[in-house]
């Protein structure tokens, strides 16, 4: 079963940019999304890839986020440009469908 670990997160000002990998412990084929998660909201989902490298947004970080993976490195990307204080969350990346066991996150606070 295919396991990710989060990192890059950091304590940035609104308008700052930081990039965030996600490292798979295998290589997967699947659509792969990252997701984040504020204090007292539910979990959603940010962007997500195919392996092909097809990618699609939600609506908030369009022109702002972009994902990318390196398949050969087993590693996926998400780089955020612009951030604003909603942005503040703990952000993890996971199969877009049949879903493994999430993992520590990485997280994310935009000061304002």
């Known amino acids: 079963q295919v396991q990710f670990v989060e990192s890059g997160g950091d304590l940035v000002q609104a308008g700052g940019s930081l990039n965030l990998s996600c490292a798979a412990s295998?290589?997967?084929?699947?659509?792969i999304g990252w997701y984040r998660q504020a204090p007292g909201k539910q979990r959603e989902l940010v962007a997500r890839?195919?392996?092909?490298?097809?990618?699609t947004y939600e609506d908030s970080v369009k022109g702002r986020f972009t994902i990318s993976r390196d398949n050969a490195k087993n590693t996926i990307y998400l780089q955020m440009n612009s951030l604003k204080p909603e942005d503040t969350a703990a952000y993890y990346c996971?199969?877009?469908?049949?879903?493994?066991?999430w993992g520590q996150g990485t997280q994310v606070t935009v000061s304002s």
């Open positions: 996971n199969l877009f469908s049949s879903k493994v066991p």
């Open positions: 890839i195919s392996y092909g490298g097809t990618r």
């Open positions: 295998e290589r997967t084929y699947n659509i």
